[in-house]
């Protein structure tokens, strides 16, 4: 008899232990940050838009991601697509997913989340999720603003900031900047992004092609070989501020920096070929 009681006992407190389970308050109430999600983002992966998920418990084998910032709700419509327009999300997000408390729900929250386990396509320069601080981005020949892993080398430009105009990009660091679109709907969260030297952004001491066949923009050259026609100084707001070892400068209305002082190095193919001519 003694047996049985002690064995009543501990069945009970298993059913006990399984309804509190179930009942788990970190499922209960609208989606925060710190629960998961069934859906994973990978590195490399590319698409215009917003994945569905479920909410599920960290605990769960069926959890992928974690919420780490909730950017909007909404209510799901039988005409609507979900694509995205970049939310703003915090640094190391892997991505963004439209998450339902459960299978059929109308109502969802857009959430930015990480993966639980890496690879992180949000980790700087993965080449992944959103455009963030330390991300490289295409140039004019290779998808314009669009992220490029900085492993590559078909990147154009190293994000170092993002703000909501060219004025508030941090001075003297950035040398250009890229304004982000949105073709489906909404505003991105600022989308000026600032970019610092590196890849295809041309600085001080980089040396220059012949710029009368910049087509798609100016390209740097090896400062050691023919190819380089001038060499950087500076890149400056205006003429003035040009140091004294400058001998030209080229000039964009559109730039940030909108003057770029150059030491001129040897004569352009075209230059040379006018001296002939008047000879």
């Not at 407190?13 to 209960?28: A, D, I, R, T, Y």
């Not at 640094?91 to 969802?108: F, M």
């Not at 857009?110 to 295409?138: F, Q, Y």
Request: charged share 25%; proline share 6%.
């Amino acid at each position: 008899m003694l047996i049985v009681a002690l064995g009543a006992v501990t069945v009970l407190s298993l059913v006990g232990f399984v309804l509190l389970e179930l009942q788990s308050p970190s499922l209960s109430g609208p989606l925060k940050a710190e629960q998961c999600v069934g859906a994973r983002f990978e590195v490399g992966a590319k698409s215009n838009t917003i994945p569905a998920s479920l909410r599920v418990a960290c605990e769960d084998p069926k959890a992928k991601a974690k919420v780490v910032k909730i950017t909007r709700e909404g209510k799901r419509s039988s005409f609507q697509v979900n694509a995205t327009s970049s939310p703003d999300c915090p640094d190391g997000a892997d991505g963004v997913t439209h998450v339902s408390l459960k299978t059929g729900d109308a109502e969802y929250w857009e959430a930015c989340v990480r993966n639980l386990k890496g690879p992180h396509p949000g980790d700087p320069g993965a080449g992944g999720a959103m455009i963030s601080t330390g991300d490289c981005v295409g140039g004019a020949t290779v998808g314009f603003g669009r992220e490029e892993p900085c492993s590559g080398s078909d990147w154009y430009g190293k994000v170092i900031s993002r703000a909501d105009s060219p004025e508030e990009c941090p001075a003297p660091q950035t040398l250009e900047t890229m304004t982000l679109k949105s073709f489906s709907g909404g505003a991105p969260e600022r989308p000026v992004l600032c970019l610092g030297r590196g890849g295809g952004v041309i600085g001080a001491g980089d040396c220059i092609q012949d710029p009368s066949f910049a087509f798609g923009g100016l390209k740097k050259a090896n400062c050691g070989t023919d190819d380089a026609i001038a060499k950087v100084e500076a890149r400056v707001k205006t003429k003035q501020e040009c140091p004294s070892t400058a001998t030209h400068f080229l000039e964009s209305e559109e730039a940030l920096l909108k003057v770029m002082c150059l030491k001129k190095l040897r004569d352009t193919p075209l230059e040379r070929l006018e001296s002939l001519v008047g000879s």
